[in-house]
Every structure is written in C-alpha cells, then in structure tokens.
C-alpha cells in the first residue's frame, strides 16, 4: 500500500516559483521500486500529465508547455519528490498531483495517468496574473 501527501501549493504572481513536495509511505517494497509522476487538474479540463521520473532518477519527462520552467527530482532516502515550478504562468493553475506505480527494477519513464494506481490528495496552485 502507498500513502502520498503533497504539500508546498499556494497563491503566486506570474513568474514566481513555487516547490511542491510529495512525502510517500510505502507498506512493503522501498521506493525505489517505484516510478513517480506529477499530474494536475485545471477546472473543466482533464488531468494531464505534468512530469514523471523513473524509479532511479536517470530518466524525466516533461510536457511541452513546462519544458525548461519545471523540474522533477525525488529523494528515495528521504521518500520524497519534488517538482520545483520556476517562471509560473496562469495557465499553470491546476490542483496538482503525486502519483506512484510499482514497476521493482523496471527504470522506464512511465507519464500516463493510466501507468499509475496510487495517487494524492492533491494541492492548489494558483497563479495570478
């Protein structure tokens, strides 16, 4: 079983950063044994992803529109991720999301919604223009 909780959401002016953070707890395997994604929820549209990262690190992914603003990282000592969000729009308004799927030694980049099965609560981020 795993546990997410995100955190670091809030209100910023266009071109500010934020850092969201997702603490994991997992009931069996360590979390290395897990890919992870960011996902978020703009009102009256789909979820899309965002970002994802492999179970090591080596490997990111990044939709179009956040290429060069965002970053993934994670911490598997910690049992933590991150996405920094640097040059914020307002089109990036959204509840965000962490997301995590078991994959044990696969290091594939796994970015669809469907690759995952546990999923956060999610956190608000808004950007004011």
């Known amino acids: 079983q795993v546990q997410l909780v995100e955190s670091g959401g809030g209100l910023v002016q266009a071109g500010g950063s934020l850092r969201l953070s997702c603490a994991a707890t997992?009931?069996?395997?360590?979390?290395?044994?897990?890919?992870v994604g960011w996902f978020r929820q703009a009102p009256r549209k789909e979820r899309e992803s965002v970002a994802a990262?492999?179970?090591?690190?080596?490997?990111?992914y990044y939709v179009d529109s956040v290429k060069g603003r965002f970053t993934i990282s994670r911490d598997n000592a910690k049992n933590m991720v991150y996405l920094q969000m640097n040059s914020l729009k307002p089109e990036d308004t959204a509840v965000y999301y962490c997301?995590?799927?078991?994959?044990?030694?696969?290091?594939?980049?796994?970015?669809?919604?469907?690759?995952?099965?546990?999923w956060g609560q999610g956190t608000q981020v808004t950007v004011s223009s």
């Open positions: 997301a995590a799927q078991f994959v044990r030694y696969d290091s594939g980049i796994y970015y669809r919604e469907e690759n995952y099965g546990s």
């Open positions: 997992f009931s069996s395997y360590d979390m290395d044994n897990y890919a």
């Open positions: 990262i492999s179970r090591t690190g080596g490997i990111t």
